[in-house]
């Protein structure tokens, strides 16, 4: 199984582009979950689905980050407009429904960096 | 409200040490243990999880971690580090659903 795949894996950026993230979870896998990380807030949530649905967006930071699922193999993370507050690494994890211990399983994560 | 507790922020030890990393839970119900290994510029990895049974779970590379429910905690252990267990570790916790709940990290720094 080639794991979870995200692209890209670094992206450069000017304040008040957009940004799209993508992942592609584990075939099979019926649970998509978008992370960030900083050093100063360490990993947090953004935003998780269940078969392709939102279940939980509590973590999305504001209205700037929309988060899509349109088919089981695939997903975006939007950034509209970027800020340099922004700059983070990105992860998406995937796992299964139906296992007995509910592991996650992390892509190698996207470095953003907004200027 | 669920939460996880990793005591130790930053930890520096000398090869051959013994490592204890704490981590405490707050979560209602059954529970679902996990600790995840972040090597430098890599993603997080899986280590062990604890999900039933023996409360002493083994994973990979020579960790262990102790799950006592009575204290609410799920400490990581292993008797002798190397400097390539250099690494940030998070411990996290699941119940009944999929979505878990992480740490905040502690950074492991073996000196040679």
């Known amino acids: 199984d080639a794991g979870v795949i995200q692209s890209p894996r670094h992206e450069v950026t000017e304040m008040g582009q957009e940004v799209t993230l993508r992942c592609k979870p584990i075939s099979g896998h019926d649970y998509l979950f978008w992370y960030r990380q900083t050093m100063m807030r360490g990993l947090e949530l953004l935003i998780y689905?269940?078969?392709?649905?939102?279940?939980?967006d509590s973590g999305m930071p504001e209205d700037r980050f929309s988060a899509k699922m349109p088919n089981a193999s695939f997903s975006t993370l939007k950034i509209q407009p970027s800020e340099p507050r922004d700059s983070a690494v990105y992860f998406c994890?995937?796992?299964?429904?139906?296992?007995?211990?509910?592991?996650?399983?992390f892509g190698p994560g996207t470095r953003l960096t907004v200027t | 409200a669920q939460s996880v507790s990793q005591h130790n922020h930053h930890v520096i030890l000398s090869e051959a040490a013994s490592l204890e990393l704490g981590c405490n839970y707050s979560y209602g119900g059954t529970v679902n243990l996990f600790w995840y290994v972040q090597y430098p510029g890599q993603h997080l990895q899986l280590l062990l999880k604890y999900f039933s049974g023996d409360p002493l779970v083994k994973g990979i590379k020579g960790f262990e971690a102790e799950f006592i429910k009575s204290k609410f905690s799920f400490n990581l252990r292993k008797p002798s580090v190397q400097w390539s267990d250099t690494a940030e570790y998070f411990c996290a916790v699941g119940g009944a659903t999929n979505k878990l709940i992480f740490g905040t990290g502690t950074l492991l720094a073996v000196q040679p």
């Open positions: 689905f269940n078969n392709n649905v939102p279940i939980d």
């Open positions: 994890a995937s796992s299964r429904s139906g296992s007995a211990t509910y592991e996650q399983y």
